[in-house]
């Protein structure tokens, strides 16, 4: 199949008056927790998840990604208005956003984040919709043992994500995956870490460990940031017309900074923040007047914001296609995907296409709502950044409690949540990254189910994996990519535990 | 008190590794030792993160042994303090208000299934917003209530999530 019969096949499962509803409200979602800063896409789909587990998948779906793309333009404006990033994702877009602001041109400066954010996240969707059933199409080819070298290379990217703390975020891995092992053993009807309880046969709730790890820990963190009751006093005003065409006038600038967001975005573990400065470097070194970047230009603000929101199309294409989430969100993504019975990969694009395609039109028309919605509500989330921590605190653990409660209409999910929001704080103080467990709790179901059945099959001979020669080319690149992550640790390893005695 | 902490949460994680090892040897393995297919144990693949959870814990806790702890957290959260709130009692007045905050949390997740979702959820959100410093009467009453009915209209009629009703009213 190619890309037009997916999207047809898409269009009927998707195109329907709820669908397009529920995909504006997360994109209008994602934009007011964009905004906050601290907060940023990764919460909002954490908040979300629970809330839409009921609703029919492309629904659940689209609001995911609405609520992803929503997220990622967001923080442009807190980044354009206080200097502050909403996420680190906007972090290049403060470079010129801020400058303009001082010049007054604060309007002009944020509906050229959102529509550069739009366009950009468009030409990322035109990438997804040609490349992804094209690589689908190679990884038809795969047997368990290249998904097992695939998914492994899952394990790598947890290192990369982890880059402040190598160490740490290793270790967060390995939990992550052991996190995954608990309940009932895959082949055999054997439980596994469950200490008799009939809560944990079914394996750690992810949505209620994620919400705890992440989101609850989250909030303490802002608790103890103090600033509960500041509020900027900023107020709202709209975007000008004429920033629909402006990215236009720089086509090379907008098609080149969504082309390196959407490749960047595509590699397992670079992510958004990366894409957004190779991006904005790319248009400053590739510019006629490369001196005038900082100094509050719109070729800057639009490298920045249309690389990091193509790249949320990029980062689906390994997603979908290999059941390879690059970042911890795209694992989030993933995760759901499974919980609701597909299966990324080439069973996705073979039993559903009308899935395959409605992600590709609910991923298109998020950036169409992102657009609309961004410009026409431009004054209430610029008002957004009023709103004071002490209201919205509550409210973000008020959302917690009950999103977790409702995925199983069950309490111990809320149990469960509270002690790893407990457990997570500490780790997060001492420096022990949590989107490594993330990416590793999804992962590691498919890690073990490929592992052991790639050995099932090959009557427990380990020279499966070094015979084929796919699986061989993977797991070698692997080793290599792993070496180059290790090559810092090396000197510390020496530094730290030989250093001393030699001087 | 910060290096014993740091110490303390790497110990744990060895203690976790040497765990997970023996619980797959002992109480995983001898359930598995027999397989109509011959799959792999399903004690195997826990086994192995368990070694290598162990070899990076015990690198993990030398280091904490050895180095000063990792406070860069509690730096930017120092960094983002405004001028007033930066002084040892005013972080400190932080922490226990969030950790405050945390026990309501958990007060409110345990009262949801006796009280139900509305009369616990206003009194949550009333004595949150106290608790962090809103003296605004009329979020701590009317804006709790608003708050509360909205995300239950959401939950309930939008998503079609079931939420508890409560056994005691």
Redo the contacts between chains.
Sequence with gaps: MNADSFLIAGLGYYLTLPNLAFTAMGVFVGMIIGVLPGLGPMLAIILAT???M??QAVTAMSVLLGVYVGGACGGAISAILLKIPGTPINAATVFDGYPMKEKGESPRAIGLAITASAYGGAIGGIFLIFCTPLLAAVSMKFAPAEYFALALTGVICIVIVSQD?I??G??MG??G??AS?IGI?P??N????TFGSVYLMNGLNLVATVLGLYA?AE???Q????????SPGIKGFLAPFSVLTEPFKQWKNLLGSSTIGTVIGALPGVGAVVAALVAYSAAKSCSSYPEKFGTGIPDGIIASEASNNACVGGSLIPTLTLALPGTAIAALMLAVLMLFGFLPGPDLFNNSPEMVGGLFLAYGISNIFLLILGLLFTPLFVSALNM????L???I??????GA??IE?N?TD??V??IL??LGY???????PVAPFVLAQVLGNII?YN??RT??LS??DYSVFFTRPVTFGILIANIVAFTLILTPLLPW?KR??FGGRNG | MRKVESVVVAALLVALAVFVIVESRVSIAPKTAYTVYGEKDASEFPLILGIILLIMAALNLFHALRSAPDTREEDAIRASLPEHERSPSGIRALVIRSWAFFALAGLFAVSMEYLGFVIATVLFLSASFFLLGSRNWLMLTAGSLGITLTVQFVFTDVLNLILPRGVII
């Design positions: 629970p809330m839409v009921k609703l703390s160490l740490k290793s270790i390995v939990l995956l052991l092992t053993d082949f055999i054997v439980e596994r870490f609850m909030m303490i963190f608790v103890q940031r103090g600033r509960l009751s500041d004071k921590k002490q209201y605190i509550p409210v653990m008020l959302l917690c409690v009950v409660y409702g209409t309490i809320v149990g949540m509270v929001g407990f500490f780790l997060v103080r001492n420096g022990y073990e592992f052991r050995l099932t009557g427990n390893l730290r535990f």
